[in-house]
């Protein structure tokens, strides 16, 4: 350590007299200003993330009675308060992001496809269709958003936009929980080789239809290829 | 999905068993008087008798016949009393498939209004998480007691008294009438637990009371907020409350009447929001119903004739087997 450097300040006059000492020996900070979204974008990309939250906690919460399996009813129940809270920090970070103090509650969907997405995934009704319901948000839309929020929190910038980095790391940890039961859910629904066939083709549809539109963002396939 | 949903659409498992409504609307409504509560109990006695084939409460039906309600409703919970237990069971069992409702009630209320302020749908999604927790809850219970899921017929007369089409008058039935009368049969079920000294009962009732005062803060909220600028819709929402409360009385069985099974919890919703004023008036219509005496001397007439014609089907299945 160098007996000449003083903290804080840069000029002679600005300097402090008392000497450096150990905690001023902190590994340097490696992270560059750059990153690939800049403030208004991340705003739309906040906005669309919380339109797909939003709608995911609403269909969820509507499904409810009209599932019979007392286990999934009830453990929806902790799924959509979760989701609401990840709609609800997306939403607090539209005014950090220059959208306005009355921005908290603006969703967005990307596109009309991602509209046509998420009204596909609520459509099942009958209460012999726990299999098709719970495939759209645990095989589909959770995973896609997961997917879609870590590139997101490796891409955008470390240092300017920690905010939105901490708030996706907290929404990523807990739907990893909700994938992970409404996973163990559907591999016990479908126990026979036709209902394992039923969960398959509907993850191919919603599948099909979610890469169509472009994902949560409507720009899956620029950002798959800007990747490879 | 569509929106709004009717009662009878409400899934369950194969372990459930529905029960006509009817028979709620009868006993919510019926007036003072001992021969208009036998007639109207006779008329559903066949329903009755079907809803509860094949499950616990049909030993109460064999002793007590069709008015066995009467009896479980209007007397306090008490472990000494014959058949203390399975009543005991009834009332917990109530209790579990009322959570499912509220359950299902505030979940879907997510879904039936989807321009509703953002803050409302954080409310009901908290209370969906709470109330999914409750069933899990009340599940445990009853098996703690020694029962199970289905061991009685469900009535989803609470999904349909209190899930209106309207936000403020949903919010109005099920979240303070309903929920203000969960206080009232908490209360009521922590003393029980007290008394039997049943230490995980009463923790967990407890745990459920407090979250039943936040969820009649939010009704409360959200009445004011949906009927803002509005007398007349304010009117109407109350007046609905009012009928919810009045069917959820069970003819005075909750009441602040010397005689009532259970006592409306003044404490508990003064804490929730309720004001004085509101609480009068509850005490005033939930005691309008017919008198305790009325409605055990109507179980006693119903207990006769079932007994009776018990008696006469006997000798007859016997005159015929002799013959």
Known sequence: ????????????????????????????????LSGRYDVESMARRCRNFRYAEEWMMMMLGGWVATIPELPVKTGLGKV???TAQAADVLGSRLPELRCGK???????SANEGFAAVIQSISEPERPDLTIEKLVG???????????????????????????????????????????????????????????????????????????????????????????N | MK??????????????????????????????????IVNA?????????????????????????????LTILNEPIDPDAPAGLTRLLLRMHGIFVGEVQALEGAARSLWDFPDAPWEFKMNMARQAWDEGRHVQIFEKLLTHLGGAVGMFPESTFLFEAACSDDPAMRVAGVNRALEGLACDVFRDMIKYADKTGDEKMRQAVDYVLADEL??????????????????EHLKRTQEYRRSVDKQFSFGGARSDREDAAIPIAWEDRIEAGFTEEELKDLATLSGEGPTKKTLLEAARILRENHLEKRRTKESAATEEARS
């Open chain 1, 137 to 227: 948000p645990f095989d589909v839309l959770m995973p896609h958003l997961v997917d879609v929020y870590e590139r997101t929190m490796r891409e955008t910038d470390q240092i300017c936009d920690a905010p939105t980095i901490e708030l996706l790391d907290e929404i990523v940890r807990k739907h990893r929980r909700h994938i992970a039961w409404g996973q163990e859910v559907l591999d016990r629904l479908c126990d026979t080789d036709a209902l394992r066939e039923r969960r398959r083709a509907r993850v191919a549809k919603l599948n099909d239809e979610l890469i169509g539109c472009g994902g949560v963002t409507g720009t899956l396939g620029e950002e798959t290829a800007a990747l």
């Open chain 2, 214 to 231: 936040t969820h009649v803060r939010f009704g409360s909220e959200w009445v004011r907020e949906f009927t803002k600028d509005d007398p």
């Open chain 1, 1 to 32: 350590m160098s007996e000449q450097r003083m903290y804080p300040g840069m000029s002679p006059d600005e300097k402090t007299t008392f000497a450096p000492y150990s905690a001023f020996d902190i590994p340097a900070d490696l992270r560059e």
């Open chain 2, 41 to 69: 109990f006779e008329q559903f006695t066949p329903m009755i008798e079907e809803s509860v084939r094949g499950t616990a409460a049909e030993a109460l039906f064999e002793a007590y016949g069709p008015g066995f309600a």
């Open chain 1, 102 to 108: 009355k921005a908290v509650d603006a969703s967005e």
């Open chain 1, 80 to 82: 959509i308060w979760e």
């Open chain 2, 3 to 36: 929106r709004f949903l009717h009662h009878e659409e409400l899934a369950r498992d194969s372990r459930f068993i529905r029960q006509d409504n009817a028979q709620s609307t009868v006993l919510a409504t019926m007036p003072d008087d001992v021969d208009t």
